[in-house]
C-alpha cells in the first residue's frame, strides 16, 4: 500500500521533505507544530479528558511523543487521510494512552476504557480551528512576500480593504492614489494570500486534488 501511495504523496510538499532524511522530517516537524497546536488545543479543550493537564503540556506531549516514531508520517501517507485527520486519530489514541499512565501512577481513581467522548462535533470544531490557523499563517506569509518584494503598499491596501473593511475610495483619499489603482494593488496582494493559503492546504491533503480538499472546507459550518 505505502509504495503506491508514496509517488503521487512525493509530489506534495510534506511528501518531499521526507526523503530528504533527517533534515527533512525536521522541517515537516516544525510545520506540524506550528499548523496544529492551536486546533489541537481546541479538540483537547472539547473532550472528557480536559482533566489530563493543560493543553499546551498535552498538545506537546503527543508532538514529541508521535513525531519521534519514525514511520508515524509514512503510515500516514498509506493511510489516504488528510493529515489533520491522521492527527486527530492518533491525539484520541494519545489521551487514552495517558489516561491509563495516570492511572497506572495512581493519579486517576479509575481505569475506564470507555472512548474519548466530546461536546459537540470535534471534527467540525478541528477543522474550524484548521482553517483559522492556516488563514492567520497565510496572511503573514504573504505581508512578509510583499514586504520582500517591495510590495508595501499594496500589502496596506489589501488590508485596509479586506480587513478593516475599508472603501477603495477612502483608501484612495487616503493614500493619494486613485481607486481604480487601489483595486488593482489589492489584487496583486490578494494573489499572494491564495498562493500561501493554497499551499498550506496543500501541506494537508491526502493527494493533490487542493480543489476539492478546500471545497471540503468551505462546507464547514
Request: with cysteine; charged share 30%.
Amino acid at each position: 500500500m505505502k509504495q503506491d501511495a508514496f509517488p503521487q504523496t512525493l509530489r506534495t510538499w510534506i511528501g518531499a521533505r521526507l526523503v530528504d532524511g533527517a533534515q527533512g522530517r525536521a522541517e515537516v516537524n516544525r510545520h506540524l507544530m506550528t499548523v496544529y497546536l492551536r486546533p489541537l488545543k481546541i479538540y483537547f479543550l472539547g473532550t472528557s479528558e480536559r482533566w489530563l493537564g493543560e493543553p499546551d503540556d498535552v498538545v506537546s506531549g503527543f508532538f514529541a511523543d508521535r513525531l519521534a516514531r519514525e514511520n508515524f508520517l509514512d503510515d500516514w501517507i498509506a493511510s489516504g487521510l488528510s493529515l489533520r485527520r491522521w492527527l486527530c486519530n492518533g491525539f484520541c489514541f494519545y489521551l487514552k494512552e495517558l489516561r491509563r499512565q495516570r492511572f497506572r501512577d495512581g493519579r486517576a481513581s479509575a481505569l475506564s476504557d470507555d472512548p474519548v467522548t466530546f461536546s459537540g462535533d470535534p471534527e467540525q470544531a478541528m477543522d474550524r480551528a484548521f482553517i483559522a490557523q492556516v488563514v492567520r499563517l497565510a496572511l503573514a506569509h504573504a505581508r512578509e512576500q510583499c514586504l520582500a518584494d517591495g510590495l508595501e503598499d499594496h500589502w496596506n491596501v489589501f488590508e485596509q480593504h479586506h480587513c478593516q473593511g475599508l472603501a477603495y475610495q477612502q483608501i484612495s483619499e487616503e493614500m493619494g492614489i486613485k481607486p481604480s489603482r487601489a483595486a488593482v494593488m489589492t489584487r496583486t496582494a490578494t494573489k499572494r494570500f491564495r498562493e500561501a493559503l493554497r499551499e498550506l492546504i496543500a501541506r494537508d491533503a491526502a493527494h493533490d486534488d487542493v480543489d476539492a480538499e478546500i471545497l471540503s472546507l468551505m462546507e464547514t459550518d
